[in-house]
């Protein structure tokens, strides 16, 4: 049982690279979902997807992009990194309506820790 | 804008006491809210939710009150042990399923 990860883990990089983070889910969630959280600011929505080739912008989106090509992938792409954007980034999903547990109840994967140089 | 907030950034609490974390939110027509714990350098855990229609809901060792009359949501730890020692969020469920979370609220537990 797999749930939600992400990949990597950890990642250095010098700002102006592009950056991709990755994040699968096995339960088919209909919904996924960026986070990223800082110090003092919790966590703050970047972007989100209700279904496949269906996203749409959160909090905090500028500077990223996103696909959802297949339903249970959420990719998040820094085109060019900057410093301000070093954080831990959370991925989340959740089932929606037909699903066996509450719809809204987002579950979380473990985070990628982002360093921008 | 809505936010939701919690009262107070730190908690501590004896082991074996019942720990009480609070959170103030704005949106009258917040219809559903989740508590959360976050260990460090692990992501948000989901622990109990609750929606608009309930004012109490229990489960393992914890129970989130819902006051609507003057947007309040408690959640309570009966026995706090050493293991609850995280950051503890509360969360409220906007439009497209999203939510709306507060800064957070760090329990130590002391031995």
């Known amino acids: 049982d797999a749930g939600i990860t992400q990949s990597p883990r950890y990642k250095i990089t010098e700002t102006g690279r592009q950056v991709t983070l990755m994040c699968h889910q096995t339960?088919?969630?209909?919904?996924m979902f960026w986070y990223r959280q800082d110090l003092g600011h919790g966590l703050r929505l970047i972007y989100y997807?209700?279904?496949?080739?269906?996203?749409d912008k959160g909090e905090v989106p500028d500077g990223y992009v996103v696909s959802r090509s297949k339903t249970e992938n959420f990719p998040l792409t820094l085109e060019s990194a900057t410093r301000s954007q070093t954080s831990v980034y959370f991925c989340?999903?959740?089932?929606?309506?037909?699903?066996?547990?509450?719809?809204?109840?987002?579950?979380f994967g473990p985070g990628t820790r982002l360093l921008v140089l | 804008g809505e936010s939701v907030g919690l009262h107070l950034p730190t908690l501590s609490v004896q082991e074996g006491d019942n720990s009480i974390i609070n959170c103030a939110y704005s949106?009258?027509?917040?219809?559903?809210f989740i508590w959360y714990k976050q260990e460090s350098g692990k992501g948000p855990q989901f622990i109990i939710d609750?929606?608009?229609?309930?004012d109490k809901r229990q489960g393992q060792r914890v129970t989130v009150l819902l006051n609507k009359t003057v947007k309040h949501l408690s959640l309570q730890i009966a026995a706090t042990q050493p293991g609850d020692s995280a950051v503890y969020f509360c969360?409220?469920?906007?439009?497209?399923?999203?939510?709306?979370f507060g800064a957070g609220t760090t329990v130590t537990v002391r031995a």
């Open positions: 989340a999903s959740s089932g929606g309506e037909g699903t066996r547990s509450a719809p809204e109840t987002q579950y």
């Open positions: 339960w088919s969630h209909s919904y």
């Open positions: 997807s209700a279904a496949a080739d269906i996203t």
């Open positions: 949106n009258s027509a917040s219809d559903y």
């Open positions: 609750i929606r608009s229609n309930m």
């Open positions: 969360a409220e469920m906007g439009s497209g399923y999203k939510l709306s």
